[in-house]
Structure formats: structure tokens, C-alpha cells
């Protein structure tokens, strides 16, 4: 089992900054793929970045403003959000796929965090 532990989001005005943070733990033996998405109200859940052994991916509306990164000696993935907009406001879940010792792989979700972009 895995558990994912969220925090950095809040309430910023246009144009500041929130760093999320998502950290796992748990029996991992190792993690390839860590990614952050985001689900506006009414709207369906999107993939905002994600980060591999592949390369980093952006989504095309936060390139440029959103860094994604992550720590592997704490098994943990961040998420940078600069030049914050209204659209922006979402709740931000994050999303990994470790390796377990028992060699198999899994997908897990973070419980979420708001994130609200406004004056």
C-alpha cells in the first residue's frame, strides 16, 4: 500500500505563486512516473505536467509558468505554479506509479488540494 500526502495549495491572487508538494510513501522499491492533475468544477480532470525517466510533459496552457520536479530520495514530486491565473483554480491532484518490492506497479492518487486563483 501507498500513501499519498499532498499540501501547498491556498488562495493566491493573479500572478503570484504556490508550490504543491506530494509526497509517497510506503513499500516503494522505486518511482518512474510522477505527474500532477488538476479538475476545475464542471470541468473533466486534465494532466497539468508529469515527469519520468522519459522527460518532463507540460500541459500547453501552464508551459512556461509551471515547473514540475521531484526528489527521489523522498519519494516526493513538486509542483512550481508561477504567473498564477483564474483558470488556473482547481483542485490539483497528484499522481504516481511506483514499482512495489513485489515487483508489481500500481497507480495512486493524492487526496487533492485547492488551489484559488483570485483577486
Known sequence: QVQLVESGGGLVQPGGSLRLSCAASGS??????MGW????????????????SGGHY????????????RDNAKNTVYLQMNSL???????YYCNV???MY???SYEYWGQGTQVTVSS
Open 28 to 33: 516503494i522499491f522505486s518511482i518512474d512516473v
Open 37 to 52: 492533475y488538476r479538475q476545475a468544477p464542471g470541468k473533466e480532470r486534465e494532466l497539468v505536467a508529469r515527469i519520468s
Open 58 to 69: 507540460y500541459a500547453d496552457s501552464v508551459k512556461g509558468r509551471f515547473t514540475i520536479s
Open 85 to 91: 491565473k483564474t483558470e488556473d483554480t482547481a483542485v
Open 97 to 99: 506509479v511506483p514499482t
Open 102 to 104: 513485489s515487483g508489481r
